[in-house]
């Protein structure tokens, strides 16, 4: 008996531009696997995906933990 073997599934995101590390002023998180950051300038893109998917836009940098 032959089984077929299936590719596992990878899902690639596209890049969305060539931001530096430094201009990420902006995260939303709404699961582990759906967190992305923006720039100032992609604000109403943030506010969309975090509309879309039910959370929130924050600042960069977060507060540590417990502060």
Not at 8 to 24: M, N, S
Not at 33 to 61: C, M, N, W
């Amino acid at each position: 008996m032959v089984l077929a073997v299936s590719e596992p599934l990878v899902q690639r995101q596209k890049p969305r531009g060539t931001a530096e590390l430094a201009d990420l002023t902006l995260i939303v998180r709404p699961h582990w696997s759906k967190i992305r950051t923006f720039t100032d300038a992609q604000r109403a893109e943030a506010e969309a995906y975090a509309a879309e998917h039910g959370a929130q836009v924050e600042t960069l940098p977060l507060a540590p933990p417990g502060s």
